[in-house]
């Protein structure tokens, strides 16, 4: 039987249905599922009733994992699993995952572990209606141009600190990466158009800084136009897939002091590609170690 799939808004977002997560997916199944990324850029499981390694061979049907991250320890016992715990980090910035490497995640999943009373609903945006609902002018800047990306800003520093907290910070700038992107990324896939920015974007190549500033801060304006938004509500045993080449997320900080732990495992991507055809650029670091450098994900 294939995938049901239930739309969630009308630009991103999907639950899907009547797929077993447990056992051995036929090849229709997968192609089902990756369809439905390309079209929804973030689809919802309910009861995915996984454990890590369940987890990790779920995201391989995507494609070959990363380990954990660049800098920061994979959870205990594992090799490609990141605890996304507000013991230790509260990512309250939007930003698509591991941008400061050449070769970003082509996806992320997100497993629900410790949810919240209320509160601690992840968002994430779709970065192609985004470059769509820019005036033609704008869009037709920001095809020409590139963005340097770097860990070096830190988008899950909390205000106040724990040492736990201090301890992340630490490890997540221990060793800097900056990437050169362009600004607007051509999905492999699907052909279409994403603005490829977000937190770890630090300044366009070739523009003062201030300008550069002025200048991102309006189009990510346009990624996170709330008819661009999914908010996802947590429940426990939930596994959530976005496509990280074409979206934007935000963890919320909006649950007081009660514990929240999803964790992360990501698919390897590819080198991002731009309108014009020129290909990304690692500028600083050697993320060798994170991530192969892969061809295009069928």
Do not use: C
């Amino acid at each position: 039987m294939p995938p049901s799939i239930r739309k969630l808004t009308g630009r991103i977002g999907a639950v899907i249905e009547a797929v077993d997560l447990t056992a051995t997916p036929d090849l229709a199944t997968v192609t089902a599922l990756r369809d439905a990324l390309n079209e929804h850029k973030a689809i919802v499981f309910d009861h995915a009733d996984l454990d890590n390694a369940g987890q990790e061979r779920v995201a391989r049907w995507f494609g070959e994992l990363t380990t954990a991250h660049p800098n920061v320890p994979a959870t205990d016992g594992t090799t490609n699993v990141l605890a996304v715990d507000s013991e230790t980090s509260k990512a309250n910035e939007w930003h698509t995952d591991v941008t400061f490497v050449i070769n970003p995640p082509q996806l992320t999943t997100l497993r629900s572990i410790v949810t919240t009373p209320y509160g601690g609903e992840t968002l994430i945006a779709n970065a192609a209606a985004a470059y769509r609902d820019l005036p033609a002018p704008l869009r037709a800047l920001a095809d020409t141009l590139r963005v340097v990306h770097t860990n070096q800003y830190d988008y899950a520093r909390p205000a106040a600190s724990t040492a736990q907290r201090q301890e992340y910070d630490r490890a997540f700038v221990s060793t800097p990466y900056e990437a050169e992107h362009p600004v607007v990324r051509v999905h492999p896939l699907t052909g279409e158009r994403g603005l490829f920015i977000g937190g770890f974007a630090k300044r366009i190549v070739g523009l003062p800084s201030s300008d550069s500033a002025d200048l991102l801060r309006i189009l990510q304006s346009y990624v996170t136009r709330p008819e661009n938004i999914l908010r996802w509500t947590w429940s426990p045993q939930q596994l959530l897939i976005f496509d990280n080449r074409i979206t934007q997320h935000y963890a919320v900080d909006n649950y007081d002091d009660h514990p929240r732990r999803l964790n992360r495992v990501t698919v390897a991507g590819e080198v991002p590609v731009g309108v014009d055809g020129r290909r990304s650029e690692q500028l600083v670091g050697d993320a060798s170690h994170y991530s192969s450098v892969l061809a295009v994900a069928a």
